[in-house]
Nanobody
Framework: QVRLVESGGGLVQAGGSLSLSCAAS????????RAWFRQAPGKEREIVAA????????YYMDSVKGRFTISRDNAKGTVNLQMNSLRSDDTAVYYC??????????????????WGQGTQVTVSS
C-alpha cells in the first residue's frame, strides 16, 4: 500500500505560479507512473501531467503544455508540478495518483491504484 500526500495548493491571481508536490509513504522499488489529475466542480477528473520512473518520460494534456512542468526529486522521493501562467480554467482540486509502470501513460483515472486526498488550486481572474 502506498499513501500519497499532496501539498502546495492555494489561491493565486491569473498569470501567477504555484508549485505542487506529491510525496509517497514509501520509496518505490519498481517502476511506476505518477500523475497529477484535476477535477473542477461539475466536471470529470482529467489527467494533467504524468512522469515515469525510472525512465523519466512525461505526458502533458494539451492545455497545459508550455505552462506546466512535471519533475521528480529522487532524493526526496517526490513528484512536483510547477504551474506557470495560471488561468482561471486551471481552478480545480488537484490529485496525485500512482500506478505500476507499464507502457503508455493511461489517462483514465480508473487505471491508477493509489490516490492522494487532493489540494485546492484557485486562480482568480
Amino acid at each position: 500500500q502506498v499513501r500519497l500526500v499532496e501539498s502546495g495548493g492555494g489561491l493565486v491571481q491569473a498569470g501567477g505560479s504555484l508549485s505542487l508536490s506529491c510525496a509517497a509513504s514509501r520509496r518505490a522499488f519498481s517502476g511506476y507512473t505518477r500523475a497529477w489529475f484535476r477535477q473542477a466542480p461539475g466536471k470529470e477528473r482529467e489527467i494533467v501531467a504524468a512522469i515515469n520512473w525510472p525512465t523519466s518520460s512525461t505526458y502533458y494534456m494539451d492545455s497545459v503544455k508550455g505552462r506546466f512542468t512535471i519533475s521528480r526529486d529522487n532524493a526526496k522521493g517526490t513528484v512536483n508540478l510547477q504551474m506557470n501562467s495560471l488561468r482561471s480554467d486551471d481552478t480545480a482540486v488537484y490529485y496525485c495518483a500512482q500506478k505500476g509502470l507499464g507502457g503508455t501513460v493511461p489517462i483514465d483515472p480508473g487505471a491508477y491504484d493509489y490516490w492522494g486526498q487532493g489540494t485546492q488550486v484557485t486562480v482568480s481572474s
